[in-house]
């Protein structure tokens, strides 16, 4: 009978939760499938992390539409690397740790449109303040990304720049 | 001519007998009255040098070529945006030109509390006139106005609450109202119009896209500074040192503590970075039948201050004005998401915006990051989060006066008026960080003057108290909140403290 002893006991642990964390880390990143067209484009986001920012922008400006992941994934690439670390802990967190805010065990992403807006809601609401912030940016970027196209300002009644383009 | 500091090669020493960190209303301005004295002066600004032609009234696109961090600077807790310029001019390239002086109570209480001498408002009366023609400062008549500031100044009068117009510093504008993105028909007599060519007439030189690093000193005296020219980019390239015997630190109350911080400047009593005020804001929306369209004409030209007077402890502290963002600005402000907030857009153009900016007491700090950012401290007291609440009642009531259908608190959740209901329902915790938009375009005080070093970095010539031949001359001097936009402030005691820098020279 092999006894349990303590050093037996802390490497079985470690082995334990290596592996859990491993399986926890496929968990996370796989069974995402992004077009090969937009996964060439993308320089900062992995492709999972393109469909949760994709997915929550699209919640965030419903219902107009426009491709939130591609622009942001564009606009962060030039934050800082301590602020694109943010970023990267916060999608994680809307897609894995969110839902459970609203009860739900499914990934951000495998939730329908009304059970999204609750987890967005749930994050923009949130009694933590950095995470109300982290909303905050996720809604900034997804702005961003609808209200810089002038194609957006006629149905606000903006006439846009004064200036041609072409200044540019 | 601005030399181009993404176009230096190779490491570069240069010399001078007094150099400028930063090109805003300070460096400006001290480098103007440096130069004209006959000082050898050379002017650093971290920022690019962005021609008319490249303000293309784009909210990205100018967000990214006038703005620290293009335009997402924060306090560390991200309650608070901390707008800052970082381009040839600074902030005055992107403010609104509101030219106000240094209320005098402010002034009298810095003499009185913090050993200032010498910036009595009797002393400073002739520098404020100057700089005003300097800068040919004067009243926006009231053919000039835009809707939203019509509607603020007939809901003043209606409520029986005083008000008036406000000056600016703009000549020739065309009332296109996009003055916080540049303005491309040059109207703004700022400091890159007005100033940086008249310093440069006097010999000063200016290079944009160079990072001061930290001033070079031997704990005694100053050398000199440890710069990098930076690439379009933003990212380091050569080396650039200056060898100066004068140093002026004049890249706003952030960027002078974040070189100071850098410098290891001897602090023997801990005030490097303290003393931080921000002037913390917010926005309150009107929805008007008629199209206000307040995103064109000039965006400030009236304010209330019925809530806002200097007395000591005193319980009015909320200065409120007009204000209108462009469509992601707005998006941006406007709580919610989705089909709630979509709805509020499509009423943009019917929206009139006024502000509240509250006089604060709340102190924050400015140190530096691990990635040599700023680190900004700042907690909202709750005297302040509720002189913010009272300064959103009174945006409510302003613009319920002016006309407005509802009223949108743009908290979170949002809080949306009617005609018929109480604003006193507006709660006193309306504004407490994290629940509302804040942003804060007037960082102050976080090298602070003042005779007694105990209290402060610098004495009252704007020299630092160990370092000889370092000079802080912006916004980082002030020892309180001014409660008034800053920048005639700012250009005045720079304006003011010069010749103090000039008799260090022999000048």
Known sequence: MLQLTRRRF????????????????????????????????????????????QA?????????????????????????????????????????????????FERFTALDSAAQDEVLQAIERHRVGRVRAGFNVLKAVAFMALYEQDSSWPAIGYPGPLVPQEAS | MVDQGRYLEGDRRLTADVAIVGSGAAGAMAAS???????????????????????????????????QERGARATIDLAIRVLGGRNVG???????????????????????????????????????????????????????????????????????????????????????????????????QNAAKVLLPEAER?????????????????????????????????????????????????????????????????????????????????????LFKEAVEAYRGIPQTYECTEWLDFAEDSARRVWITTVFAHPVGAAVLLPGFGEWHRRWMRRYAHLAVLTAMVHDHSSGHVGVREDGRPRIRYQLELDDSRQLALGIRACARLLF??????????????????????????????????????????????????????????GCSGEHHQIEGLFVLDGSLFPTSIGVPPQISIYAFAKHLAPHVAARIGR
């Open chain 2, 33 to 67: 009255e440096l130069a004209r004295r006959g000082a050898r002066v050379l002017l650093l600004e971290e920022g690019p040098l962005v021609s008319l032609r490249q303000m293309t009234q784009r909210e990205g696109e100018m967000r990214a070529r006038l703005y």
């Open chain 1, 56 to 104: 929550a922008g699209a919640r965030i400006v419903h219902p107009e539409s426009v491709n939130v992941g591609l622009f942001a994934d564009a606009y962060l690439v030039g934050l800082p690397a301590a602020d694109r670390r943010d970023v990267s802990a916060l999608i994680g967190f809307v897609e894995h740790g969110a839902p459970l805010l609203t009860g739900r």
């Open chain 2, 90 to 188: 600074g902030s005055t390239v992107h403010n609104l030109d509101l030219c106000k002086r240094t209320p005098p109570e402010i002034l009298e209480r810095w003499a009185r509390y913090h050993q200032v001498a010498g910036c009595s408002p009797r002393d400073l009366e002739p520098v404020f006139a100057a700089v005003e023609r300097q800068l040919s400062v004067s009243e926006v008549p009231p053919r000039e106005w835009n809707r939203n500031n019509q509607l603020l100044a007939t809901a003043a009068v209606a409520l029986g609450w005083r008000g008036n117009p406000v000056h600016h510093n703009r000549v020739g504008c065309q009332g296109s109202g996009f003055c916080e993105l540049g303005c491309p028909f040059d109207a703004k």
């Open chain 2, 401 to 458: 006066a002016a006309g407005a259908l509802e009223v949108l608190v743009p908290s979170t959740p949002p809080i949306v008026l009617t005609r018929a209901d109480p604003i006193d329902a507006i709660p006193d915790d309306v504004a407490r960080p994290h629940h509302i938009a804040l942003t804060s375009v007037h960082p102050l005080g976080t090298l602070r003057m003042g005779d007694d070093p105990h209290r402060s970095v610098v």
């Open chain 2, 202 to 286: 006097f010999g000063a030189r200016v290079i944009s896209d160079v990072r001061v690093q930290r001033v070079v000193h031997d704990g005694q005296r100053a050398r000199g500074l440890d710069a990098r020219a930076l690439d379009a980019s933003g990212q380091p390239r050569a080396q650039v040192r200056v060898e100066a015997g004068t140093v002026v630190l004049a890249g706003s109350a952030v960027g002078s503590a974040v070189v100071a911080a850098n410098s290891r400047l001897p602090d023997p009593h801990g005030q490097l970075g303290h003393g931080l005020r921000l002037h913390p804001g917010v926005a309150v929306a009107g």
């Open chain 1, 10 to 53: 802390v490497a079985w642990a470690a082995v334990g939760v290596g592996a859990v964390g491993a399986g926890l880390a496929t968990w996370r990143t796989h069974g995402y499938h992004v077009e090969a067209a937009i996964a060439t484009q993308l320089r900062l986001f992995a492709p999972w992390q393109y469909l949760v920012v």
